[in-house]
């Protein structure tokens, strides 16, 4: 059967833009009464002689359904004209498989069921258990009191740290710190001639510094990372530090600069994570009470007693042989 198609742009909506832009540098004249986007067609066709109509309601629909990240791509007119013509390209390809029954085939039909119902436990459970978990800003703050031992800030250090993997060069570099060049300068010129090895105060865009971290920053520098908190602050290693990771052996000079004690997170600082805690807890507790609502309207009864052993391994085997 004949199929025919004859797609436009629509002489309207070209009106309408430069009539908008002719009011925007006229802005004391009054605004246009609203358009009604459905009577602004974008594309028709005839598929076995039946009329299809693409509208800017239409359209603009489709863009709205795809993701953000993909709405950004269709902004100016020239963009839209090319989603158009991959939407009318995408409602063809449906009719053609449409034709052919493909929105009959049994497996398709069995999919289409079971998305249905995974969308209507999904609707179920936001009536059931989003809509019904509550919780007030008193019940936050008393959580916060009951559990104020979990929210303590672990102590930290930074450090400058220079990461060297030639030995010979970490007791040249120590010996230049001591003849009075700052640790801090020494590690922007290694950096600069690629020299820094990878480990603490290895970044590229402010060499040598490690930034804070806690005890339980890294298992593998964990011998770096107990020496730093041994030092005090201003103290610098007295001679170069050497430490396995990997297999790997590095040679470290480093400097303690800051030191930040343990301290009491205030409730503001965490409520976002008491938050999602506390809803986590009333979800749960909201669904176990929702399944037992269920089974018991439902006079649940199972029969596990049922379920038959599974072969042991030997006797398998034994049928095996058999056959």
Request: proline content about 4%; charged content about 35%.
């Amino acid at each position: 059967m004949k199929k025919t198609i004859f797609v436009f742009v629509a002489i309207a909506a070209t009106c309408l833009l430069t009539w908008q832009l002719v009011q925007s540098e006229h802005h004391e004249q009054p605004a246009p009464a609203a358009v009604d986007e459905s009577q602004i067609i974008l594309a028709e066709f005839k598929w076995n002689g039946q009329p299809h109509l693409i509208s800017m309601a239409d359209f603009n629909a489709a863009i709205a359904e795809l993701p953000v990240y993909r709405q950004q791509n269709y902004k100016s007119r020239a963009d839209k004209a090319e989603y158009l013509e991959e939407l009318i390209e995408e409602k063809l390809k449906i009719l053609r498989a449409t034709d052919e029954g493909f929105d009959k085939l049994p497996e398709h039909l069995k999919k289409l069921e079971e998305y249905t119902h995974q969308l209507m436990v999904e609707k179920l459970t936001e009536a059931e258990v989003d809509a019904k978990v509550v919780y007030t800003d008193e019940e936050l703050r008393a959580h916060y009191q009951e559990h104020k031992s979990e929210y303590i800030e672990e102590a930290k250090v930074r450090a400058t740290c220079i990461t060297l993997d030639d030995e010979d060069l970490a007791n040249e570099t120590l010996d230049t710190i001591k003849l009075g060049t700052d640790i801090v300068v020494i590690a922007k010129s290694l950096a600069s001639a690629n020299k820094l090895a990878n480990g603490p105060g290895s970044n590229q865009d402010d060499p040598g510094n490690t930034f804070f971290f806690s005890k339980s920053a890294s298992a593998r520098w964990s011998e770096f990372v107990e020496a730093v908190f041994a030092q005090e602050i201003g103290e610098m290693t007295d001679a170069v530090f050497e430490i396995d990771v990997n297999e790997e052996t590095f040679y470290l000079i480093f400097r303690k600069e800051e030191h930040q004690p343990e301290r009491q997170q205030e409730f503001d600082e965490v409520k976002d994570d008491i938050e999602r805690e506390i809803e986590r807890a009333k979800k749960r507790a909201r669904i176990n009470e929702w399944v037992t609502e269920i089974t018991e309207r439902g006079k649940l009864k199972t029969y596990p007693e049922n379920i038959p052993e599974p072969p042991q391994p030997e006797e398998t085997e034994t049928e095996a042989s058999d056959q």
